[in-house]
Nanobody, 127 residues
Framework: QVQLVESGGDLVQAGGSLRLSCVAS????????VAWFRQAPGKEREFVAG????????VYADSVKGRFTISRDNAKNTGYLQMNNLKPEDTAVYYC????????????????????WGQGTQVTVSS
């Protein structure tokens, strides 16, 4: 497993932007798919976006398509989530996760198979 540390969460007004970062250590990051999840108060954790180890394929939840972009820089052992046009309903703790041998990050997320997790970073969007 890799160790993951998220950063970049903040308080922002609706319509604003944030970029979250997820720095990995402990293993070769390039072999891991990366995904972002979020959990709002009183709600279950939900999948937000995922990207394959090479960065060649990405997938998004319908609620964030067209607003969020997932990316990665394997040379920096870092994954990113660029969030634009933020809405109050995007308020949540955001977690990054990683797993090896992933073909489809969405399927891996649905099966609960992401094994490495960060501690989370708070994103709050005010109206």
């Amino acid at each position: 497993q890799v160790q993951l540390v998220e950063s970049g969460g903040d308080l922002v007004q609706a319509g604003g932007s944030l970029r979250l970062s997820c720095v990995a250590s402990g293993r070769t990051f390039s072999g891991y798919a990366v995904a972002w999840f979020r959990q709002a108060p009183g709600k279950e954790r939900e999948f937000v976006a995922g990207i394959t180890w090479s960065g060649s394929s990405s997938v998004y939840a319908d609620s964030v398509k067209g607003r969020f972009t997932i990316s990665r820089d394997n040379a920096k052992n870092t994954g990113y989530l660029q969030m634009n046009n933020l809405k109050p309903e995007d308020t949540a703790v955001y977690y990054c996760a990683a797993e090896r041998g992933v073909v489809d990050p969405l399927v891996t997320a649905q099966r609960g198979l992401f094994g490495s997790w960060g501690q989370g970073t708070q994103v709050t969007v005010s109206s």
